[in-house]
């Protein structure tokens, strides 16, 4: 069996597997010169030949034992009718913004995530047989963020204050997400991925009892669902930010791994999940672009905290535009050195 996929499946491997969040991206010079042509991020993430060959470089460049699709978790906003733009040196908007409309004044459209099947089938196609290809979709309680505000935040304030005030609509609204992201993710898996990943990149702004309701919650709904409709693919979760309340959100969610971020200590993590649980990560992105003593030290400490349990080996949270590329070639040498 693939490395990553046993490992997601609770082997424990002799050398760890890895992939990168956001391995397919900015800090490549094949990335730029494609998104160049293209015109633009959303123009290319929705020409499956050019997504695909996106999806493809890293592998071609560092043999990653994953791929992960490239795509955005606002293709689900978008097919639930907002407009989705990404302005030049902005970051994405979403109108209308439901802070001021309802679902009902939306047209949904899952039309518009056919692209992403067909780059998915591309990919699958394509893929060296020993490499294991993730899709991915954002969680409900980040889509919101953004499908609330019509735009990204550093805290979430205006859609913590919506959902406090307003939880009955608010609430519609996760529900709406949470069917689309089903049948999204069913559909990629569909088309060939092996495993899917949850993102939810604004989990930690939440308190205690909203975490509760808007993090755990919606994704035990949408793991179950996967669950019972693929019981062979594998669900990893990712709550950013969720701190001490991960071996919660691992029990609640049935997830089948657990991705972690940087802030959170691997030895901790190690001692209070739940025993056999796969993790993965969390080697700090700051870290990958140091390199040198640095970088070796975290990454042993990383690979340390987790030598008895399932391992992925990742970052805690996206690779950055200006890593260099000799770091990343580093950090596999060290992760497979045992190879």
């Known amino acids: 069996m693939k490395p990553l996929l046993a490992t997601l499946r609770g082997e424990k491997q002799a050398i760890a597997p890895v992939w990168l969040m956001r391995q397919a991206g900015r800090y490549l010079p094949e990335y730029r010169a494609l998104r160049a042509e293209k015109g633009g991020f959303l123009a290319l993430a929705t020409d499956p030949e050019a997504a695909?060959?996106?999806?493809?470089q890293p592998i071609r460049r560092f043999g990653f034992d994953g791929a992960i699709l490239f795509s955005d978790i606002l293709m689900v906003p978008a097919a639930l009718g907002q407009s989705l733009s990404f302005g030049a040196g902005e970051g994405?908007?979403?109108?209308?913004?439901?802070?001021?409309?309802?679902?009902?004044?939306?047209?949904?459209?899952?039309?518009?995530?056919?692209?992403?099947?067909?780059?998915?089938?591309n990919v699958a196609a394509a893929l060296p047989p020993e490499t294991t290809f993730l899709g991915f979709a954002g969680s409900p309680w980040t889509v919101a963020t953004y499908m609330v505000a019509g735009h990204?935040?550093?805290?979430?304030?205006?859609?913590?204050r919506f959902a406090y005030a307003d939880p009955v609509r608010f609430g519609e609204i996760i529900d709406a997400i949470v069917r689309m992201t089903i049948d999204y993710l069913s559909h990629q898996i569909g088309a060939g991925v092996e495993t899917v990943q949850l993102f939810d990149?604004?989990?930690?702004?939440?308190?205690?009892?909203?975490?509760?309701?808007?993090?755990i919650a919606p994704n035990a709904a949408i793991v179950a669902a996967l669950h019972a409709r693929h019981p062979q693919i594998p669900v990893i979760g990712f709550p950013k930010g969720a701190g001490g309340k991960l071996p919660a959100y691992a029990r609640e969610t049935a997830v089948d791994a657990l991705g972690?971020?940087?802030?959170?200590?691997?030895?901790?993590?190690?001692?209070?999940?739940?025993?056999?649980?796969?993790?993965?990560?969390?080697?700090?992105?700051?870290?990958?672009?140091?390199?040198?003593?640095?970088?070796?030290?975290?990454?042993?400490?990383?690979?340390?905290a987790f030598a008895d349990r399932p391992h992925i080996f990742n970052l805690g949270h996206g690779i950055l535009q200006d890593t260099p590329i000799g770091n990343v070639e580093r950090l596999l040498a060290l992760v497979r050195r045992a190879r």
Request: no cysteine.
């Open 52 to 56: 695909a060959e996106v999806t493809l």
């Open 92 to 121: 994405p908007a979403l109108a209308p913004p439901l802070l001021g409309h309802t679902l009902a004044a939306l047209t949904p459209k899952p039309a518009f995530l056919d692209p992403v099947y067909a780059t998915v089938r």
């Open 152 to 160: 990204g935040s550093r805290d979430q304030s205006e859609t913590r």
């Open 201 to 215: 990149s604004w989990a930690g702004s939440l308190s205690p009892a909203q975490f509760e309701r808007w993090v």
């Open 260 to 304: 972690l971020d940087e802030t959170v200590d691997p030895h901790w993590a190690a001692l209070n999940l739940p025993v056999g649980l796969p993790v993965q990560g969390n080697l700090d992105p700051l870290a990958l672009i140091a390199g040198g003593a640095a970088l070796e030290a975290a990454v042993a400490n990383v690979l340390e």
